[in-house]
């Protein structure tokens, strides 16, 4: 979630503000800048809550009358330390000399805490990163250069990370990265780097993709070490980035509408790209263009990768995998991968909307199989780690849930899986399947206008539920698991998903009167008990189907994808509570919630 900017440029710091801005969409819940003045100093302002009160907080400080050029920002999601203005990045050392900024985790940040108090380091935070500007002040006082410093503070850390970071009389802008998105893009005499392509826009020149292990000085020249001596070679990105407007939401309140705006034109967005991807699917199917990795013999299983949405949409298109192709199939979350999992002749797809998932791309280290990548950004790491990608095309997502996204990738898997049953001699049955797929575009189209399932008045009420339930069976599993998460996302709500038979196995102790429950009932006897269960016990009940039976034998009653045209509905239930809870903030105070 974090987010990370370093920019060269007469106005840096105005322009580090602007691109923090087109982070916002990430999610974060502080914020904060670092500008090295004209005089060689350092000076930090950090805020709690939106970047526009950061803004606030350095228009009424005493800012250096002669700016620098030089300037690094972040957004932080909390990972260590309470969300407090000590715990904000940038950190800096005893002397305010190093001032760095840091996504990820540092497995050994104790170790070297306690090793670095006991040399006589005064730490101000609770965070795991501030050890980076004390590793880089031992440096400097041991005689090293600022880049040898740099250098040595980033070879002593272990675990993840993307770091920026200013020196005192440098003149320049250090980076490095291990396991999370890095890049760059302009040239000597100005350039941005970020964690994101999307806060990189608008600069001209190259855009540079950091590998594991790179560390650069950007000065008045730029030098290399790590993985990438000659530095990371020059790339080309399709995608639809383009760089923040320092009008954004210039108020809290503005801030929630443009969140919940950004949402809904993705959803709406949807109905389109489902017409587009299912007659691309259905044209291409006589004869398949979409790489498989099958090679001349069936893999013995195909292990589909994913975090979060990403993981739900594997796990649909390995329920496909199974019942069309006829391949053993599973869907492991990547953040849980073993490499046990995976045996000679397999074969692995990695779903991932950014193809920057740092879990993921920890997961694929693992790998020595045919690895295919389904991700909407071919210039990825993800992307340049695989064998092959099937690229969604999805463009960039407003907001931080994936709405679109968890759409393409249900239907991108869905290619891969009716091509993969045609390479496996299933001819037949892919074309069954995708005539099948016919009717999705109108039936998705129309759930779309249909909007919530439930009423504002409504909304109101179950806003203030703490807790919500997600049924089903089947096929249905993990859209129940998709609106679950979509409501911890937006409603900022705790919710479960759960098969609809388990409901009795313990979870139903847990449903009090008026308790939220959703049920995406497929018509089966499974999920009538289960509404029964659930009413009995006072519950709230917002049902989502019966879907429309469909006549094959092939494939049983229900088609192998599921309930694809439930995926508005649920997402726009999930904003109805995200809007009624800043209702209820806007009369009541403020309440907790996400900054998503």
């Known amino acids: 979630m974090s987010g990370i900017v370093a920019v060269r440029g007469r106005r840096a710091a105005s322009d580090v503000l602007v691109r923090l801005k087109g982070l916002e969409y990430r999610g974060y819940e502080s914020a904060g800048l670092a500008e090295l003045a004209a005089d060689h100093s350092i000076h930090v302002a950090r805020s709690i809550g939106p970047i526009d009160a950061l803004i606030d907080r350095i228009a009424h400080e005493n800012r250096p009358a002669t700016a620098g050029r030089l300037a690094i920002g972040h957004t932080r999601w909390a990972t260590h330390g309470t969300v407090a203005v000590r715990n904000v990045d940038p950190l800096s050392d005893c002397d305010h000399r190093v001032t760095v900024v840091h996504n990820g985790t540092l497995d050994n940040a104790a170790d070297l805490r306690r090793e670095l108090e006991g040399s006589g380091h005064r730490f101000e935070s609770d965070v795991d990163s501030e050890v980076i500007p004390h590793l880089i002040e031992q440096g400097l006082v041991d005689g090293a250069t600022a880049f040898e410093a740099f250098q040595s503070a980033v ?7 993307a770091i920026a970071a200013l020196i005192a009389r440098s003149n320049a802008i250090y980076l490095a990265r291990q396991r999370l998105p890095l890049m760059v893009r302009g040239t000597v005499g100005r350039f941005a780097a970020a964690s994101d392509a999307t806060a990189t826009a608008g600069v001209r020149g190259p855009l540079r993709i950091f590998e594991d292990g790179t560390i650069a000085e950007l000065g008045t020249q730029w030098r290399w070490a790590g993985s990438a001596a000659k530095g990371p ?29 950004s949402a809904v034109a993705d959803i709406d967005e949807q109905g389109r790209l489902v017409e587009r991807l299912v007659a691309e699917m259905i044209e291409e199917l006589p004869s398949p263009r979409l790489p498989t990795l099958l090679g001349p013999r069936t893999p013995n299983r195909i292990v589909l990768l994913g975090c979060g949405a990403s993981h739900h949409a594997a796990q649909v298109a390995a329920r496909v995998v199974r019942i069309v192709a006829r391949i053993d199939a599973c869907a492991v979350v990547a953040s849980e991968f073993d490499k046990t999992l995976v045996a000679p002749f397999d074969v692995v797809v990695a779903f991932s909307e950014s193809g920057q998932t740092a879990h993921l791309l920890a997961a694929l280290d693992q790998v020595d199989t045919p690895v295919l990548a389904i991700t909407g950004h071919s210039q990825s790491p993800l992307a340049r780690r695989a064998n092959a990608v099937i690229d969604t095309h999805v463009g960039r997502e407003r907001g931080a849930a994936a709405m679109k996204t968890f759409t393409s990738q249900v239907l991108c898997g869905i290619r891969f899986a009716l091509n993969a049953a045609i390479e496996n001699g299933l001819s037949s049955r892919a074309r069954r399947a995708a005539s099948l797929l016919a009717m999705v575009p109108h039936e998705f189209s129309a759930a779309i206008e249909q909007r919530s399932p439930i009423s504002d008045n409504d909304a109101r009420v179950l806003a203030a539920e703490p807790g919500w339930v997600f049924l089903g069976t089947g096929a249905s599993l993990p ?13 900022c709500r705790w919710a479960a998903s759960i098969p609809a038979a388990e409901l009795t196995h313990g979870p139903l102790a847990l449903v009090a009167q008026g308790a939220p429950a959703v049920l995406i009932d497929d ?37 192998p994808w599921g309930p694809l045209d439930v995926v508005p509905r649920l997402q726009y239930l999930a904003l109805s509570i995200a809007g009624a809870r800043r209702q209820r903030a806007d009369r009541h105070g403020p309440v907790a919630t996400s900054t998503n």
């Open 155 to 161: 070879r002593r850390l272990r675990g993840t990370w």
């Open 233 to 261: 070679a020059p790339v080309v990105l399709t995608d639809d980035a383009h760089p923040a407007s320092a009008g954004w939401c210039t108020t809290a309140a503005a801030t929630w509408d443009h969140a919940l705006n």
């Open 523 to 559: 018509g089966t006897p499974r999920c009538a008990t289960a509404r029964s269960e659930l009413l009995a016990r006072g519950a709230r009940v917002i049902t989502l189907g019966p879907p429309r039976p469909t006549s094959t034998e092939e494939f049983g009653r229900q088609v």
């Open 479 to 491: 859209y129940a698991a998709e609106g679950a998460l979509k409501l911890n996302e937006l409603g």
